[in-house]
T-cell receptor
Framework: DQQVKQNSPSLSVQEGRISILNCDYTNSMFDYFLWYKKYPAEGPTFLISISSIKDKNEDGRFTVFLNKSAKHLSLHIVPSQPGDSAVYFCAAKAVTGANSKLTFGKGITLSVRP | DSGVTQTPKHLITATGQRVTLRCSPRSGDLSVYWYQQSLDQGLQFLIQYYNGEERAKGNILERFSAQQFPDLHSELNLSSLELGDSALYFC?????????????????FGPGTRLTVL
């Protein structure tokens, strides 16, 4: 049972334009969400997070939006740069749960064309 | 560089064998997590240790075990290996790892160990 879903396996955008990466979750106990970026042959790198008490968190070119009622979050990258080309994983956890394990989606491969 | 180190980077072995993967967390981090990433799959949580004690278990097979030592490094032992165990194994660490407010602490990942079972 995939509790965190990234339904689009890939996304291609032009340099300078906006990249929008989507993520859906099914577990209503999730209340903390993270995005990780992964380059080939490297481990995932933390990008940005959001708590369920917020609906938006911004860090430079990266903004994460959370729609709790729809159980949906999205990562916006503006402007997109070729160096942003990577696999992006959405992850979620239940902060008040018994542990801090992260549940990951399968990832979206972002390609930013020069 | 996340500060989390994993060795070895690559491991090739045969079915039925046993291997040990090693992880050193970031300085000051008490929690260590192990994840498995198989082909076309997201990262699957295996197990978490906090300050030497097992804190949580995920989809970890009985053939797999882990431990965290007093110096906080961790080892993941995989035995009776099967072809399907071929995957990337990532270790992550965080400052805390308990539930509650501390549960929002970020997990930082190592570069992973690529295990190939032939």
């Amino acid at each position: 049972d995939q509790q965190v879903k990234q339904n689009s396996p890939s996304l291609s955008v032009q340099e300078g334009r906006i990249s929008i990466l989507n993520c859906d979750y099914t577990n209503s106990m999730f209340d903390y969400f993270l995005w990780y970026k992964k380059y080939p042959a490297e481990g995932p790198t933390f990008l940005i997070s959001i708590s369920s008490i917020k609906d938006k968190n911004e860090d430079g070119r990266f903004t994460v939006f959370l729609n709790k009622s729809a159980k949906h979050l999205s990562l916006h990258i503006v402007p997109s740069q070729p160096g942003d080309s990577a696999v992006y994983f959405c992850a979620a956890k239940a902060v008040t749960g018994a542990n801090s394990k992260l549940t990951f989606g399968k990832g979206i491969t972002l390609s930013v064309r020069p | 560089d996340s500060g989390v180190t994993q060795t070895p980077k690559h491991l090739i072995t045969a079915t039925g064998q046993r291997v040990t993967l090693r992880c050193s967390p970031r300085s000051g981090d008490l929690s260590v997590y192990w994840y498995q990433q198989s082909l076309d799959q997201g990262l699957q949580f295996l197990i978490q240790y906090y300050n030497g004690e097992e804190r949580a278990k995920g989809n970890i097979l009985e053939r797999f075990s882990a431990q965290q030592f007093p110096d906080l490094h961790s080892e993941l032992n995989l035995s009776s290996l099967e072809l399907g165990d071929s995957a990337l194994y990532f270790c992550a660490s965080s400052v805390a790892g308990a539930s509650g407010r501390a549960g929002t602490d970020t997990q930082y990942f190592g570069p992973g160990t690529r295990l190939t079972v032939l």
